[in-house]
């Protein structure tokens, strides 16, 4: 049996990085008039946030390999406690900006350390389990906290949504402290995550992730202009709702079949994603079809970063800390690429956006049996 209040307190942790990452999107027009500065502006405090994570995970996680892992799980806590408490506060954009890439940095971090750590907790063969648990904190927060962080910025004023996430973390800082285990740094010489990157089956894992997540977000990042294109905007706020909630059960799904077929759970979310962005591509603004699409996504996209993340564990080993930053920068480095590209699609017509986001999708297929199998833990399977 999984430890499940340490868990828990993991995926706490989890769904308030993605809700200080994303948060800002739902809070963007309130935000933008208070602070007198431009939608686009307020915007890039959620671009910068995913550029910042992505730079910053790898060398900010090879330099806290020795810090013992509870220590600095309790550190980053304490960070998102600061930063959302001063943007909650500040009145000057500068300093927002600030705040956001110092929280930036810090998510880039817990990505790495939650996956570790709650691989760290489980026992053996119920892995895969334990990091569906820990990282069920994302969509959820998609699901759940975004919504619910929207409506109360526009019910009260957009302060008080980051008021609240601040007010998160100090139950969760005694949760930590009383629930969670600790468990030691990496040895006194731990991997690099550069060296880590060197490993068999890693570089195809890596390409997979940035395709992935490329893909993914030349099309989610502009669902709203390709659900005008086919005049359903006005299901704009169901499909997001469908999405987050089929997210948590792709998350569920992934996590009953992680430790047994590993491979099998990276190909199908990676189809099951494709799929549905050409579904929605194709269904013509039909009501019916479109939510259908929005919720084959989210089941397909619900479980890939935790398969990612635990496809990267399988191959790093020991090493899975300083490798999962890797997972992380491409992750997020991709977040914003596909933000990139699709805006340099857009203008040659919202049609061509789920095409092109299924096709960079499912181009990891091409090299799929190099990711994985290369593990040991798979030629230990393959061998029995």
Request: net charge positive; charged share 10%; hydrophobic share 55%.
């Amino acid at each position: 049996m999984v430890p499940l209040p340490a868990l828990l307190a993991l995926t706490t942790t989890v769904f308030l990085g993605c809700l200080t990452e994303v948060l800002p999107a739902g809070l963007l027009l309130g935000m933008s008039e208070d602070l007198g500065v431009s939608p686009s502006a307020t915007g890039q405090l959620v671009t910068v946030y995913a550029i910042t994570t992505a730079l910053t995970a790898v060398p900010l996680t090879g330099a806290t390999l020795r810090v013992p892992r509870k220590r600095l799980l309790l550190a980053l806590i304490v960070g998102f406690l600061g930063t959302n408490l001063l943007i909650a506060v500040s009145s000057s954009y500068p300093v927002i900006l600030a705040a956001r890439i110092v929280s930036g940095a810090l998510t880039g971090v817990m990505w790495s350390l939650v996956a570790g750590y709650a691989m760290r907790l489980a026992p053996p063969g119920l892995t895969g389990r334990a990091l569906a648990v820990a990282m069920s904190g994302t969509p959820i927060g998609f699901a759940l906290g975004v919504p619910a962080g929207t409506a109360l910025g526009e019910l009260a004023d957009w302060r008080w949504a980051f008021a609240a996430m601040a007010l998160i973390t100090v139950p969760l800082l005694a949760w930590v402290l009383v629930a969670v285990p600790a468990v030691p740094a990496d040895p006194a010489r731990p991997t690099r995550p550069l060296a880590a990157s060197r490993l068999p089956g890693m570089r195809p894992l890596l390409a997979t992730v940035a395709l992935f997540s490329l893909g993914h977000n030349v099309a989610y990042t502009y669902v709203g202009p390709v659900l005008a294109g086919l005049d359903a905007e006005a299901l704009l706020g169901a499909v997001l709702l469908v999405f987050g909630c089929a997210a948590v059960g792709g998350m569920a799904a992934v996590g009953s079949a992680l430790d047994d077929r590993p491979r099998a759970v990276l190909l199908s979310c990676t189809a099951v994603t494709a799929a549905a962005i050409v579904l929605l591509g194709i269904c013509d603004g039909v009501h019916g079809l479109v939510l259908v699409a929005a919720a084959l996504w989210g089941l397909g996209f619900g479980g890939a970063p935790t398969a990612f993340q635990a496809a990267t564990a399988l191959l790093a080993g020991p090493t899975a800390d300083a490798a999962q930053s890797l997972t992380i920068a491409a992750w997020n480095g991709a977040v914003a690429g596909g933000a990139l590209i699709g805006g340099l699609v857009l203008p040659l017509g919202t049609g061509l956006l789920p095409w092109c986001a299924a096709l960079v999708v499912l181009s990891p297929l091409l090299f799929s049996r190099r990711v994985v199998l290369s593990g040991p833990g798979d030629r230990c399977r393959a061998r029995r």
